[in-house]
């Protein structure tokens, strides 16, 4: 079924000038980008969109990786597009990730692991809402 889910080119991609080659293996995987933006998120908005890891130990390191540089944010289209994009960018820890996935080819360390991606259909609609407007996304 086609759907929609939400993914971040994270700060360590963009700084490395990554979001070009990040693109290519979500294209090659049949993922189409039917919205796209260059932003630099707030404290505010990155605190908010990792809230479900709040008590986490990493969760100040995180927030202040997610507003150290600009980031991509995207919305990505096709069938089964959640399950197919986590697939895509591989296991949170790069070491733990498959061959040709973006987490293995590009990711640094378990927290600049490159890119962000909804774990689920009711998170992606969310997520999704924080960032675009219908009249930005075109399918
Ligand atoms: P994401 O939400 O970014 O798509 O990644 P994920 O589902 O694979 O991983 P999740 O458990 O939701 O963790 C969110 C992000 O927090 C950072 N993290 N750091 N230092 C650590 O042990 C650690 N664990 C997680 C990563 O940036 C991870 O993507
Ligand atoms: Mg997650």
Avoid: C, W
């Amino acid at each position: 079924m086609t759907e929609r889910t939400f993914s971040i080119i994270k700060p360590d991609a963009t700084r490395r000038n990554l979001t070009g080659a990040i693109n290519a293996v979500i294209e090659g995987a049949g993922l189409r980008i039917v919205g796209q933006r260059r932003v630099k998120l707030t404290e505010a908005q990155a605190k908010k969109f990792y809230e479900v890891h709040a008590e986490r130990p990493f969760y100040g390191e995180l927030v202040s990786q997610m507003i150290a540089e600009p980031v991509v944010v995207q919305v990505l289209e096709g069938d089964n597009a959640v399950a197919k994009y986590r697939e895509v960018m591989g296991a949170t820890n790069p070491n733990d990730a498959a061959e040709g996935t973006i987490r293995k080819l590009f990711a640094l360390s378990i927290g600049e692991n490159s890119v962000h991606g909804s774990d689920s259909q009711e998170n992606a609609k969310i997520e999704i809402e924080q960032f675009f407007t219908d009249a930005d996304i075109v399918g």
